[in-house]
């Protein structure tokens, strides 16, 4: 189960490994580390072997819903719901206490990953329920704050998939709210991914106002820092977003599609710049 790629908490100094972190937690961050930097194969290989070899629900809960944003990134938003199911139901009972922040951080990361699988087989009721409810308990522990691991970040996540519920719902002035929270959690994040992820969204938010020259600058500048930090997806996304609004589109499209190449080549198929 062993990676020598160092996870990002033990290698980064902006994320110092977490004293609360249960047995199995550092794998899980390599994996998510890999598919970060888009190695969905081998970290579809550590999470397939810590599903299976670790004894703490948690960590199995987290592996689930990993592997099912892998897949959803790759298009399979309804095959991704298995694992986001699963992931739910290993530490729905375990989630109930409290104190226990890495069990209610896996529950809600299941809960939400299903809000992001509706999205994409357009079951938009499904997704605005999830995320009601997850908004719902999050609301209730305001105070009772974890680390940035189990709290801030799960909280990121909720906005984002709000705020893209609103936009593909083509509710464009329902994605304002989402945006703004997005943005206000960021800045505490010490992951750059998440930062440029939400800034990422926040452009699509931007664009969809119809402000696409905002929106293209904001890109240009997360598909720098991607290239810097070695964020392959987003750097695609960011790519694919110009070629839509941005003031080169043929150029954009271009680093999209070679984005897309080196992508499918470490196991992570998307959909390619028209």
Known sequence: MGSTISPWWSSAPWWPAPQSAPDGASAWATAVDLGARGYAAAARTELDDLVRETRDPRVASLALSTRASLVRQAGGHAAARADDGRACRLVAERARDADDHWAFAAWLDGLIGLAADGLGVGDFGASRALLARAGGVLADREGRAGEWITDGRVRLRHAWVETELALFSGDTPGAVEPRQRALDVAVDAPSPRHVIKTELI???????????????????????????????????????????????????AGRAREAADRLAARGMPVTPAA
């Not at 664009?207 to 070695?230: L, P, Q, S, Y």
């Open 202 to 252: 926040g452009a699509a938010v931007t664009a969809a106002h119809g402000d696409t020259r905002t929106a293209a600058a904001i890109a240009v500048d997360c598909e720098n820092r991607c290239n810097t930090w070695g964020l392959l997806p987003l750097q695609w996304a960011a790519a694919t977003m110009l070629a839509g609004v941005g003031p080169d589109p043929d150029d954009a």
